[in-house]
């Protein structure tokens, strides 16, 4: 099973942010989502579909609805930038190829 | 506060064998469904390996056969045990808690900082 995503998304400071993953019927799937900046590991943003973790702030949300899932990011800030990860179970973990958010 | 340490990365002849470790605090890795996670320099993530609550080992498919995965009790690590290395194993080794939210979802919860690997002659 893959998962893709786009390389790249740019956002203007204070704009929202949307990243994609996409993957046959990934709506049947539970998806997670991980940001990592640079020179640090990932953290965990979102987990099944459209849950944050304590501590994750309300301006990440996602959803999961036919062979897209959607992270988005409202009010992006400078420290939103890195790359973001979303993530399957597939017998095996399976990570798509991340996305580069820039904050423009 | 629960924490996750690498140890043991470093370089390593092609064909070499490498043994990571991963020093847990604030939990049990008894018990506990852990993993590893690689990075290839610039690159994305992979899933390495995987043991789940019953101790049972899983593999990716790239490092079956020559990778092993164990938990140790009495020091409260996760290891990995690397042979056959090749330049495609060189990455950056994330050791990896999943946590589930109590309905059999699982996801990766806490990561170390992660300990290179680098496989060259």
């Known amino acids: 099973y893959e998962v893709t995503q786009p390389l790249s998304v740019s956002v203007a400071l204070r704009q929202t942010a949307t990243i994609t993953c996409g993957g046959d019927?990934?709506?049947?799937?539970?998806v997670n989502w991980y940001h990592q900046r640079p020179g640090q590991a990932p953290v965990l943003l979102i987990y099944?579909?459209?849950n944050r973790p304590s501590g994750i702030p309300e301006r990440f949300s996602a959803s999961n609805s036919g062979n897209t899932a959607t992270l988005a990011i409202s009010r992006a800030q400078a420290g939103d930038e890195g790359d973001y990860y979303c993530q399957v179970w597939d017998s095996v973990w399976v990570f798509g190829g991340g996305t580069r958010l820039t904050v423009l | 506060e629960v924490k996750l340490v690498e140890s043991g990365g470093g370089l390593v002849q092609p064909g070499g064998s490498l043994r990571l470790s991963c020093a847990a605090s604030?939990?049990?890795?008894?018990?506990?469904?852990m993993t590893w996670v690689r990075q290839t320099p610039g690159k994305g993530l992979e899933w390495v390996s995987a043991i789940y609550s019953a101790g049972d080992p899983v593999y990716a498919d790239s490092v079956k056969g020559r990778f092993t995965i164990s938990r140790d009790i009495s020091e409260n690590t996760l290891d990995l045990e690397m042979s056959s290395l090749g330049a495609e194993d060189t990455a950056v080794y994330y050791c990896v808690k999943v946590g589930d939210d109590n309905n059999g979802f699982y996801f990766m919860d806490v990561w170390g900082k992660g300990t290179l690997v680098t496989v060259s002659s």
């Open positions: 604030g939990f049990s890795v008894n018990g506990q469904y």
């Open positions: 099944r579909d459209s």
């Open positions: 019927k990934l709506e049947r799937r539970v």
